[in-house]
């Protein structure tokens, strides 16, 4: 999920004949970013395995969702966007100890090993409460994301800057236009921005849901700030820009959402209740992810990108970096173990939410969310270790 973090200078020829073991180690700050992302995330996989029978629109409707799902809501949002970038921050720090070619040929090799597990694995998982789907979620969007990196390396690197930009903050001008099943540009145009289903002859279905022009921005933006993390930049200054391009990202969103013209889907006041207006003003779309969605999440992680540097001496900071360091083995384990419990669940007690087995209400999910966090920890720690003991074992780095 994200790339190995080195932090020499990049070079234009071939890597510098430093031995590995001497390069400078992972940046903790970054993995405890990315940890805690993982952390924050298993809640939504938590409510996906026992809450999903109430159902929850994009953006979330403030005129009918439980308050507490929607603070919920508000707070896994900041998951991929977070992870994306750092995706995109982990590619350059990887390129500055290896050559172009070398940085090219992970970014290929990785991102199709991404789109496979997605594929070949994860989708397989949610298979028996549904028809035969492929889910095209985050983990293609970054294995996709990071074959278009491979692609656009080559550019200046203001360019891919500029890019970034346009596609983040422009995206949304094509949100009008849409295409249905058998037109000519339906299947592409629904893997790059519509959210939809694409039936196969094969009797699969493909479900895009994370079309990823959006995240081709965001990864590319990740990418960008790259050189804000190599080691001649000092610490403090490091962090004023990082403060910076946060709060002018937080300031960005309420003066646009304020507006109420572009970015997302208009907000509105709900008469004789202030806490379903402010709601309606923070329910933001996600698939595909809409300026307004992104820059109050990202925003938010640059400030807690900011945190964990200055916070790297708490216990809690290495601890979360402990899942940061390995996010495909925690990835794949939660979910594997959340679908073992679930279909346990199932087969014990039978279906009582309609066709599925779900709990009554939201505080069980909170439950269950705090009961899984330490046994998912264990054996997250035992592997992040395995994979720091042993680099000579080349596929662990994929995880």
């Known amino acids: 999920m994200g790339a190995t973090i080195a932090a020499t200078p990049i070079t234009t020829g071939r890597a510098s004949a430093t031995p590995a073991a001497a390069t400078r180690p992972r940046l903790q700050s970054i993995d405890a970013l990315r940890g805690l992302v993982m952390v924050v995330m298993l809640l939504d996989h938590v409510r996906e395995t026992w809450f999903l029978h109430v159902p929850v629109a994009d953006p979330i409707d403030a005129h009918t969702a439980p308050v507490a799902l929607l603070i919920a809501r508000l707070l896994v949002s900041i998951c991929a966007p977070v992870f994306v970038a750092l995706t995109g921050l982990g590619v350059y720090l990887y390129r500055a100890n290896h050559t172009l070619a070398e940085t090219t040929h992970y970014l290929l090799t ?14 397989e998982l949610y298979w028996g409460i549904t028809t035969p789907t492929l889910w095209l979620q985050v983990i293609w969007c970054i294995g996709v994301c990071m074959i278009v990196l491979a692609a656009l390396i080559r550019l200046p690197h203001r360019v891919l800057i500029a890019i970034g930009l346009v596609i983040v903050c422009g995206h949304n001008l094509l949100d009008p236009i849409r295409f249905q099943p058998g037109d000519p540009l339906f299947i592409p145009w629904a893997l790059l921005h519509q959210r939809d289903a694409i039936v196969l002859p094969i009797g699969l279905t493909l479900k895009t ?14 990418y960008g700030i790259g ?26 969103f309420v003066a646009l959402r304020a ?3 572009y970015g997302d889907k208009p907000w509105f006041v709900v ?21 307004l969605f992104l820059l109050p ?4 992680g640059v400030l807690l990108l900011v945190a964990c540097e200055r916070f790297r001496d708490a216990r809690i900071t290495p601890a979360l970096a402990v ?24 087969a014990i007690f039978g279906p009582n939410q309609g066709t599925v087995f779900g709990v009554g209400n939201y505080g069980w999910v909170l439950l269950w969310y705090v009961a899984l966090i330490v ?23 994929y995880f």
């Open 375 to 397: 046994p998912l920890y264990i054996p997250t720690v035992w592997f992040s270790r395995l994979k720091k003991r042993r680099r000579d074992i080349t596929w662990l780095k």
């Open 209 to 222: 849901t994370y079309p990823v022009l959006a995240w081709i921005g965001v990864i590319l933006l990740g």
């Open 323 to 346: 899942f940061g360091a390995a996010p495909m083995f925690f990835y794949l384990f939660h979910l594997t173990m959340l679908r073992i419990l679930y279909h346990g669940a199932l």
């Open 259 to 261: 507006i109420n013209v």
């Open 297 to 300: 999440t990202l925003g938010t």
């Open 227 to 252: 050189p804000w993390f190599l080691p001649n930049v000092d610490i403090r200054t490091r962090q004023r820009r990082l403060l910076r391009l946060g709060v002018a990202m937080l300031l960005a």
């Open 271 to 291: 008469a004789d209740s202030p806490v379903r207006t402010v709601m309606s003003f923070l329910s933001m779309t996600k698939y595909p992810p809409s300026l």
């Open 110 to 123: 990785r991102g199709l090993i991404l789109m496979a597990f997605d594929v070949l694995y994860l989708s």
